[in-house]
């Protein structure tokens, strides 16, 4: 059971705005920062988000993130088509000597 | 640009070891800000975290994975390494690797970026 827990599905239509949720707790994203991945079957995962609400550059400006406490969001804007595939978040987890925790990913349908 | 290569047999027997390279063009693997790591992805199953190394050999493991994974880095052929022992069915995933960037090397602030195109290891007799 993935430490990072993200709803399995989520949906929306063109243009619609669309939040996915991570929840951890104060070992992970309540003491370090969120990631968050978009990941297409067969492709290489690509960063979206950094420092839980840095952008890099190429990523469009409708996605964004949001740290509180031991959740974080990522939140999508003018959803797109090609927007459809998974999501995972990532946190550093202090405990046991330190290790990466991904969530178990959501996958977003745009309908 | 960036790019990671991962190579190694795409078929390990049962009980065996698993040994996977990752080659870096683009980058210095001895750059400071940068550990570099391995992500696997299991059948119908989401991302999991294997472990990072930093050039000086400082290395960090998935704790469920620690008596059975090593990783290596080559600086001279600008490349790290991936050995997992003991392999079962459970094994077979998917690896990737990736950059996993660490401001000031702390990995609390970590962030993977770019990744591989990813391999197939298959564990199967």
């Known amino acids: 059971q993935p430490l990072l827990t993200q709803p399995p599905s989520a949906s929306g239509t063109p243009g619609q705005r669309v939040t996915i949720s991570c929840s951890g707790s104060?070992?992970?994203?309540?003491?370090?920062?969120v990631s968050w991945y978009q990941h297409l079957p067969g492709t290489a995962p690509r960063l979206l988000i950094f420092?839980?609400?840095v952008r890099p550059s190429g990523v469009p400006d409708r996605f964004s993130g949001s740290q509180s406490g031991t959740s974080a969001s990522l939140t999508i804007s003018g959803l797109q088509s090609e927007d459809e595939a998974d999501y995972y978040c990532?946190?550093?987890?202090?405990?046991?000597?330190?290790?990466?925790?991904f969530g178990g990913g959501t996958k977003l349908t745009v309908l | 640009q960036v790019r990671l290569e991962e190579s190694g047999p795409g078929l390990v027997n049962p009980s065996g070891t698993l040994s996977l390279t990752c080659h870096v063009s683009?980058?210095?693997?001895?750059?400071?800000?940068?550990?570099w790591g391995w992500v696997r992805q299991p059948p119908g199953r989401g991302l999991e975290w294997v472990g990072s190394?930093?050039?000086?050999?400082?290395?960090h493991y998935k704790p469920s994975l620690r008596s059975r994974v090593t990783l290596s880095v080559d600086t001279s052929r600008n490349q790290f390494s991936l050995k997992l022992t003991s392999v079962t069915a459970a094994d077979t995933a998917v690896y990737y690797c990736?950059?996993?960037?660490?401001?000031?090397?702390?990995?609390?602030?970590?962030?993977?970026?770019?990744w591989g195109q990813g391999t197939q290891v298959t564990v199967s007799s």
């Open positions: 990736a950059r996993h960037r660490a401001p000031e090397q702390w990995l609390s602030f970590g962030w993977f970026d770019p």
């Open positions: 420092s839980n609400s």
């Open positions: 104060s070992s992970n994203i309540g003491s370090n920062s």
């Open positions: 990532a946190a550093w987890d202090d405990s046991l000597s330190g290790f990466c925790a």
């Open positions: 683009g980058d210095y693997i001895d750059r400071s800000d940068s550990f």
């Open positions: 190394i930093y050039h000086s050999g400082e290395s």
